[in-house]
Structure formats: C-alpha cells, structure tokens
C-alpha cells in the first residue's frame, strides 16, 4: 500500500508528464515596434488549443503551428508563436 506521499508524488510526475505545452500567439507591428499578444494556446501529444486575447474564437489544431493560419495578415506585421517557460516551483507569486 502506498503512503500519501508517495501518491502525491506520483500523481505529480504523472501530471508534468502530460501537461499541455503553453505558447502565445504575438503579432509584431514593424512602423512603430508594437507587440501585441493576440491569443494564448495548449499544445498536446496529439493537438492543440488556441484562444484569442479577446476571448471571442477559439481552435482546435492539429499542432500548435497551425495557430498562424487563423490570424490576419497585415502590412507591416510577423506573427509568431512564443512557448511560454514553464514556472519554476519555487517562484513565489
């Protein structure tokens, strides 16, 4: 039989094992070098999950690449995808 700790211990490896890879969706405005982050997403083993800033569309992906197909393209402008760290669990909030 297993003791508390040792599944909280395991309940957490498994957890960092399969939690979502996080990223951003920027658009950057080359005349005045504005970035903007125009959504925020999840990639998984097997798909990927987008949400605009705004909160008014949201995407199922088959990899977290295809995020870009799905912005405007404007003048002047790159999009890219930034991967967000992963926080560090001694970091106080």
């Not at 658009?27 to 970035?35: A, G, K, L, S, V």
């Not at 083993?45 to 995020?67: P, V």
């Not at 405007?72 to 106080?92: F, G, I, K, M, Q």
Request: hydrophobic share 45%.
């Amino acid at each position: 039989m297993c003791d508390a700790t040792e599944l909280d211990d395991h309940a957490a490896s498994i957890v960092a094992a399969q939690a979502p890879r996080l990223f951003a969706t920027v658009m950057t405005n080359h005349r005045d070098n504005d970035i903007e982050i125009i959504g925020w997403g999840m990639e998984f083993a097997d798909s990927a999950y987008m949400i605009t800033a705004d909160g008014r569309n949201q995407y199922f992906l088959a990899e977290a690449e295809n995020a870009l197909m799905y912005v405007r393209s404007e003048p002047d402008t790159t999009y890219d995808l930034v991967w967000v760290a992963p926080a560090s669990p001694c970091t106080d909030r």
